[in-house]
């Protein structure tokens, strides 16, 4: 899935779908990015680069966090305060870039942007949510085709997923008091419509997740702290599927649906969606999976805040460095087969010349290739 966006309180959720102009867009024109490890081919080496610079490798001149890689690792989302990554940007908000790794091209969005921007399996479309009039949205723009859509989800807080495009969707959706429940919605695989396949009488986050195809969703009751599985076939939710008697936080549903990834005490499980078994991974905090469900970050169990990365090939149960140094990163920050990995660190000692003193977005290439 990409991206179950929660800073705060922000999900999908529902509501009239309208068309309406985003935001302004800014392309840089394409560049070469400091410290880029590839060849002249374009194709990526083993090694660490800085991604939130400019075309020509200047350095953001603000923070930037909130990252995610697109599954095929040809592009990155992020957020920054800075107003020197794009020409003619001279404000100071937070707006939503769009890396083109290939070229160092960024897009800018001014966007405001209330929780992590995300995009589709496809790496087509960016989305973020924000606020319109006195509701919240979620703004969404293909990159290629060049449209734009504006969907208010909720009057109160939405929190929002996104499986391959802008059909395969899913929402956790409140409204203001003295509503005390939420809604979860999916848009219908078939028909694009949208259906209520639960009911969560709380407010605390649900963190919606859905597979690349829409036909599977994981959320969380958060205050219940339990993790459910929904199936398209049987339009039936499953769960808790942790068991009885045990806490968990639901992590990220894989997207090809077939790996759900939880936390529950000092360790970490993989939930099988098939088999219906779960493979702990001991001692450890999952932090995102990649799309196939094969390879787990993680950062040592009871940390909290920044911390050295590492991913785990869940098949042959070696653990790769991402970086030892403190630094963050959150769901859909591995592309397919653990080739990439985006994170975020105010570490100056990651790449030669980074002295802006600010949080800077880094991918780390474990795998060679375009």
Same mark, same amino acid.
Request: with cysteine; glycine share 10%.
């Given at each position: 899935?990409r991206?179950?966006?929660?800073? /705060?309180?922000?999900?999908?959720?529902?509501?009239?779908?309208?068309?309406? @102009?985003?935001?302004?867009?800014?392309?840089?024109?394409?560049?070469?990015?400091?410290?880029?490890?590839?060849?002249?081919? /374009? !194709?990526?080496? $083993?090694?660490?680069?800085?991604?939130?610079?400019?075309?020509?490798?200047?350095?953001?001149?603000?923070?930037?966090?909130?990252?995610?890689?697109?599954?095929?690792?040809?592009?990155?989302?992020?957020?920054?305060?800075?107003?020197?990554?794009?020409?003619g940007?001279?404000?100071?908000n937070?707006? !939503?870039?769009?890396?083109?790794?290939?070229?160092?091209?960024?897009?800018?969005?001014?966007?405001? %942007?209330?929780?992590? %921007?995300?995009?589709?399996?496809?790496?087509?479309?960016?989305?973020?949510?924000?606020?319109?009039?006195?509701?919240?949205?979620?703004?969404?723009?293909?990159?290629?085709?060049?449209?734009s859509?504006?969907?208010?989800?909720?009057?109160r807080?939405?929190?929002?997923?996104m499986?391959?495009?802008?059909? =395969?969707?899913?929402?956790?959706?409140?409204f203001?008091?003295?509503?005390?429940?939420?809604?979860?919605?999916?848009?219908?695989?078939?028909?694009?419509g949208?259906?209520?396949?639960?009911?969560?009488?709380?407010?605390?986050? !649900?963190?919606?997740?859905?597979?690349?195809d829409?036909? &599977?969703?994981?959320?969380?009751?958060? /205050?219940?702290?339990? $993790?459910?599985l929904?199936?398209?076939?049987?339009?039936?939710?499953?769960?808790?599927?942790?068991? %009885?008697?045990?806490?968990?936080?639901?992590?990220?549903?894989?997207?090809?649906?077939?790996?759900?990834?939880?936390?529950?005490?000092?360790?970490?499980?993989?939930?099988?969606?098939?088999?219906?078994?779960?493979?702990?991974?001991?001692? @450890?905090?999952? +932090?995102?999976?990649?799309?196939?469900?094969?390879?787990?970050?993680?950062?040592?169990?009871?940390?909290?805040?920044?911390?050295?990365?590492?991913?785990?090939?869940?098949?042959?149960?070696?653990?790769?460095?991402?970086?030892?140094?403190?630094?963050?990163?959150?769901?859909?920050?591995?592309?397919?087969?653990?080739? =990439?990995? +985006?994170?975020?660190?105010?570490?100056?000692?990651?790449?030669?010349?980074?002295?802006?003193?600010?949080?800077?977005?880094?991918?780390?290439?474990? &795998?060679?290739?375009?």
């Amino acid at each position: 899935m990409r991206r179950n966006t929660n800073r /705060g309180t922000i999900r999908r959720g529902r509501a009239v779908l309208s068309s309406a @102009v985003v935001c302004a867009i800014t392309a840089v024109l394409p560049g070469a990015a400091s410290a880029e490890p590839a060849d002249a081919g /374009g !194709v990526r080496q $083993v090694g660490v680069e800085r991604v939130s610079v400019a075309a020509d490798g200047t350095q953001a001149n603000d923070d930037s966090s909130d990252a995610s890689i697109a599954p095929a690792g040809h592009r990155i989302v992020f957020s920054s305060y800075a107003n020197n990554l794009s020409p003619g940007d001279t404000g100071r908000n937070e707006d !939503v870039f769009v890396r083109e790794l290939a070229t160092g091209q960024n897009r800018q969005f001014r966007a405001y %942007p209330l929780a992590p %921007p995300m995009l589709s399996s496809d790496g087509e479309v960016v989305a973020f949510l924000g606020p319109r009039f006195n509701n919240m949205a979620l703004y969404q723009y293909h990159l290629s085709m060049g449209w734009s859509m504006a969907y208010t989800c909720a009057l109160r807080s939405c929190e929002a997923a996104m499986g391959a495009n802008d059909r =395969h969707q899913a929402f956790s959706v409140s409204f203001r008091h003295p509503e005390t429940n939420q809604r979860i919605e999916v848009r219908k695989p078939d028909t694009g419509g949208l259906q209520t396949i639960d009911v969560i009488h709380n407010l605390a986050p !649900v963190r919606p997740s859905i597979s690349n195809d829409g036909t &599977r969703l994981a959320y969380q009751d958060g /205050g219940e702290q339990d $993790v459910f599985l929904w199936d398209w076939a049987g339009n039936t939710a499953a769960g808790p599927i942790e068991g %009885p008697g045990k806490a968990a936080e639901l992590i990220q549903l894989s997207d090809d649906g077939s790996k759900v990834v939880y936390r529950s005490g000092a360790d970490t499980y993989v939930h099988d969606t098939v088999s219906g078994t779960a493979l702990p991974v001991p001692g @450890v905090r999952g +932090v995102a999976i990649d799309p196939t469900g094969r390879y787990l970050l993680h950062t040592p169990s009871g940390t909290t805040g920044p911390a050295p990365l590492t991913l785990r090939d869940l098949e042959t149960g070696t653990d790769e460095s991402v970086t030892d140094r403190p630094a963050s990163a959150g769901i859909d920050a591995v592309s397919t087969g653990g080739r =990439h990995i +985006v994170f975020e660190s105010v570490a100056e000692d990651i790449v030669p010349g980074d002295t802006n003193g600010k949080t800077d977005i880094f991918l780390r290439t474990l &795998r060679g290739g375009n």
